[in-house]
């Protein structure tokens, strides 16, 4: 984490402010390495003090090292302002991104004498540019994920269900090191398949259902994401021409994705390539997302959305079309933006594959 309070401060500068309170548990976590689920990060231009509660004496203290560590036993908000802890700050940096409405009122007062300037999306801009110490560790995670696929890859067969899967996906992602997944898997086959988000059902698998799995978990703190779409014997021929469609389109984004890339292009990279072939009508989400800390992070890689995409960003590439009561294909992978092009992280093949 060396090096990150200093780019906290820059923002400082920037929005000439005296400190910001950072409250996020990610944000804390990528700020001084603090991994409990509950804290408060004071960071001022001279110092950084982290408040957290006696469940984490022990392993506040042995995780960070950048900030002065408080254990006040009691409301952490108070404590900030009976000990000074923002010093004196005029102006303090807040995340209207993760401070409620009722817990904004409750800062004010607790706080009074300092002005609290409600900001979105700074910390998260810094998270977005990745160091080679937190690209190491996604790409542990994802080698995990597809170490995960290929073991469950030989159970799809007629009679499984979707819920078998999903629970063996969970077990070996667990069983692996895994510290959680980071969402419950997506196992969805023949029409559930046309269901972005199907959570999987007792629905057994069937000769020529597409099998649709999207997972990802969570190791040393980083997350992996990973989408694949196989075919159960035999391939409808609309079910190929798709697949090759999702293919081409994701092949397109990727080869699209530099650093300074606007969020808007890339995904009208994938969107064209699919209108070509008379399917974009049936991509109805984005087409990415960053990972990190958090499976689904800035910047999102969207129509509606004009960031630019800065070098070190990590993303995932996740065209797909989803048609009604036939079939949906998603083809996802991680990569890594640099100034001349991008990486892809992700190493499961993608050509279709027919069990
Ligand atoms: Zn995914
Ligand atoms: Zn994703």
Request: include cysteine; charge should be negative.
């Amino acid at each position: 984490v060396s090096g990150r309070l200093d780019r906290i401060r820059e923002l400082l500068e920037q929005h000439e402010a005296d400190s910001i309170l950072l409250t996020h548990p990610a944000e804390i976590r990528w700020a001084v390495g603090f991994s409990g689920s509950n804290g408060l990060l004071c960071v001022t231009r001279e110092s950084a003090h982290l408040i957290t509660d006696g469940r984490y004496t022990g392993q506040a203290a042995e995780e960070v090292r950048s900030a002065h560590v408080h254990i006040p036993g009691h409301d952490l908000v108070g404590y900030i302002a009976e000990k000074h802890l923002l010093g004196s700050s005029c102006r303090v940096l807040i995340s209207s991104d993760d401070v409620t409405l009722a817990d904004h009122a409750k800062l004010e007062e607790k706080l009074r004498g300092h002005t609290l300037v409600p900001t979105s999306g700074l910390v998260t801009r810094l998270r977005g540019v990745k160091d080679e110490s937190e690209i190491e560790k996604i790409r542990a995670a994802q080698a995990l994920t597809e170490r995960v696929f290929d073991h469950i890859l030989p159970l799809i067969g007629p009679g499984v269900t979707e819920q078998d899967l999903a629970a063996e996906i969970v077990y070996e992602h667990l069983k692996g090191g895994a510290s959680a997944m980071a969402f419950d898997p997506i196992v969805a086959s023949g029409r559930r398949s046309a269901l972005p988000h199907a959570r999987a059902s007792t629905k057994p698998f069937a000769s020529g259902d597409v099998v649709l799995i999207d997972m990802g978990c969570y190791l040393d703190a980083y997350a992996s994401d990973m989408t694949r779409t196989v075919v159960i014997a035999e391939v409808e021929q609309g079910i190929r021409a798709a697949y090759e469609a999702v293919l081409e389109a994701q092949l397109r984004a990727i080869e699209f994705l530099r650093a300074g890339v606007s969020t808007r292009d890339v995904d009208r990279a994938a969107r064209s390539v699919l209108a070509e072939h008379g399917l974009a009508e049936y991509f109805t989400h984005s087409l990415g997302h960053g990972v990190g800390l958090q499976v689904h992070e800035w910047p999102r890689l969207s129509e509606q959305v004009e960031v630019e995409i800065p070098a070190g960003a990590v993303v995932t590439i996740e065209p797909g079309v989803y048609l009604p009561e036939r079939f949906g294909i998603r083809i996802e992978d991680l990569v890594i933006v640099r100034e001349d092009g991008c990486v892809v992280i992700t190493r499961t093949p993608k050509e279709l594959l027919v069990l």
